[in-house]
C-alpha cells in the first residue's frame, strides 16, 4: 500500500544520509525545497472530495440468496481530475463472509467535468432492509504523495426478500389442482363443491350424480360433475413469538413457516380463493388484506420481508380475537405456529373452541429433522440416552397433534424441506373434500 502524507514524505527522505536533514519540519524543508515543493503541487492538483456530487441507483429489492446490483455515479465538478479509492460501506450481513473487501472498493479515475458510475454487487445473508452506510472517498495527487480524503452520503435501501424456494413444488400442486377444477371430473360432492357441468355416465359413477331431467332431454344417461368452490376466503397466521425463533438446521422456524404460507398463498390464488396473512405475537406485525390474485403474492412476500421473530410469548387470545377480526365469515384459518406442549395447552387449547365453531383450522407446524436422527442414534450409552429424549420429545409433539384433532383441526407436522409441499397438499385434500 502507498504511503501517503507525511508518512511519504518522511519515508522518501530517509533514504538520505544521515545528518543532511533535519529531522523538524522546518530542516526537511529548507534542505529538501524541491520535494516540498512537489509535495505541495501534488496535494493542489489532488481533486477536492468535498465538492463531488454522489447519486445512487439500481435494485430495490431482492431474494435472499440472489445478488443486486446498485449503482454510484460520481460527478467531478472540479477543473481538476479526480484519481481516488472508493469504499462503498454497507452492513456486515449485505455480503457472503469473506467477500466485503473485495465488493465494496472501486479505483475510478474521473475526469474534470465528467462523471463515471461503479457499480456495488450485494450478496444478503438475512432478511429485511439493507440501507447503506457512508461513502469513503481518498483522492490523490498525480504523485501519489499527499491525498484527500472524505465521506458522502448517498441513502438507500434494497429489501431482501424470503427465498420462497418451495415454489419448485407449484408446478405439480398446480396440477393437482387442475384435476380438483372439473378437468379431471370428481365422484362425489361434498358441502364446499358446486356444480360444474354434465357429461354421459359411465359405469362406476355416483348414481347420486345422475341429472334426470337432463337424461330425458336426451338419449343417454347424464350425470353432474362437481368442482370445488370458489373464491373461499384463506387467513394465514404467522406465530412471530418466542418459539417461532428457534433454529432448525441454519434458519429459525418462521423462516420455513414464511415459506410454507407462500406455497400455499400462491395455490390458493390460482385456485380463485382470497388470502389475506395477520402476523401476531402480543401485537399485529404484519396484515395482508383485500388483494387481488395477481397482487397478492407480491404483497405477502413484501410483508414478510421484514419480519423477525420476537423474545416474547404469544399472546393466544389476542391472536384469536384479531384473527376473529380478519375473518369475519367462514374461512379457512392456518395457523403457522409450534406443537410444542406448553404453549398449545396453556394457550391454544383452552380458547380454540372460538375459532373452531365458526372456521375450518388447519395448524401447521416445523418439526427438527435432527430429532429424527436422534432418536434411531445407537452404538454408545449418550447415543442411547439421546434417543430416548427424542422419542420422548416426538411422543409429546404427538400428543400434543391428537388433542388438536379431536377438536377439529387438521394437523400437519413436517421438517423445513418437507412442510411447504405438506401443507399444499392438506388444502388440496380439504378443498377436495368439500370442507371449504
Not at 9 to 19: E, H, N, Q, R, T
Not at 118 to 144: A, C, E, F, K, N
Not at 212 to 222: G, I, L
Request: hydrophobic residues 40%; glycine residues 6%.
Amino acid at each position: 500500500m502507498a504511503l501517503t502524507g507525511r508518512a511519504a514524505l518522511l519515508a522518501a527522505l530517509g533514504s538520505l544520509p544521515v545528518g543532511i536533514w533535519d529531522p523538524s519540519w522546518t530542516g526537511i524543508l529548507a534542505v529538501n525545497a524541491p520535494l516540498a515543493v512537489a509535495c505541495a503541487c501534488d496535494f493542489a492538483l489532488a481533486a477536492p472530495v468535498r465538492r463531488l456530487g454522489l447519486t445512487r441507483s439500481g435494485d430495490t429489492s431482492v431474494r435472499l440468496g440472489d445478488t443486486a446490483d446498485v449503482t454510484l455515479t460520481i460527478t467531478n465538478p472540479t477543473r481538476r481530475p479526480l484519481r481516488a479509492h472508493l469504499r462503498d460501506a454497507w452492513p456486515p450481513s449485505t455480503w457472503l463472509p469473506g467477500t466485503e473487501v473485495a465488493a465494496s472498493r472501486h479505483r475510478l479515475t474521473v475526469p474534470a467535468g465528467e462523471r463515471r458510475r461503479v457499480t456495488t454487487r450485494l450478496r444478503p445473508t438475512r432478511r429485511g432492509d439493507r440501507q447503506s452506510d457512508r461513502i469513503t472517498i481518498r483522492s490523490y495527487g498525480p504523485l501519489g504523495l499527499f491525498t484527500r480524503q472524505g465521506t458522502h452520503k448517498a441513502p438507500w435501501t434494497v429489501r431482501v426478500l424470503p427465498p420462497f424456494t418451495s415454489r419448485k413444488h407449484l408446478p405439480s400442486k398446480l396440477a393437482r389442482l387442475r384435476e380438483l377444477d372439473g378437468r379431471t371430473s370428481m365422484l362425489t360432492r361434498g358441502e364446499g363443491t358446486e356444480f360444474d357441468s354434465l357429461r354421459e355416465y359411465v359405469p362406476g359413477d355416483d348414481t347420486r350424480s345422475i341429472d334426470w331431467r337432463a337424461t330425458a332431454r336426451q338419449t343417454t344417461v347424464a350425470v353432474r360433475t362437481w368442482r370445488p368452490e370458489r373464491d373461499r376466503h384463506i387467513l394465514l397466521v404467522l406465530d412471530t413469538g418466542r418459539t417461532s425463533a428457534g433454529r432448525v438446521g441454519d434458519a429459525p422456524r418462521l423462516d420455513a413457516s414464511m415459506d410454507a404460507a407462500l406455497l400455499l398463498a400462491a395455490l390458493a390464488s390460482r385456485a380463485g380463493d382470497r388470502v389475506d396473512l395477520l402476523a401476531y405475537d402480543r401485537r399485529v406485525r404484519a396484515l395482508v388484506q383485500g388483494r387481488t390474485a395477481g397482487d397478492v403474492l407480491p404483497s405477502l412476500v413484501n410483508a414478510m420481508a421484514t419480519l423477525e421473530p420476537e423474545l416474547v410469548e404469544t399472546d393466544a387470545r389476542g391472536l384469536t380475537a384479531t384473527a376473529l377480526r380478519s375473518a369475519p365469515r367462514r374461512s379457512l384459518i392456518v395457523l403457522l405456529t409450534t406443537l410444542d406442549a406448553a404453549p398449545v395447552e396453556e394457550g391454544l387449547l383452552p380458547i380454540l373452541s372460538q375459532l373452531t365453531q365458526r372456521h375450518t383450522i388447519l395448524l401447521a407446524s416445523v418439526a427438527d429433522p435432527h430429532i429424527a436422527g436422534m432418536a434411531t442414534a445407537r452404538g454408545n450409552t449418550d447415543s442411547v440416552y439421546e434417543a430416548a429424549a427424542a422419542a420422548q420429545a416426538q411422543a409429546e409433539r404427538h400428543r400434543t397433534a391428537e388433542q388438536l384433532r379431536r377438536h377439529g383441526v387438521t394437523v400437519v407436522d413436517a421438517t423445513p424441506d418437507d412442510l411447504a409441499p405438506a401443507l399444499a397438499d392438506a388444502y388440496l385434500a380439504l378443498k377436495a373434500a368439500g370442507r371449504l
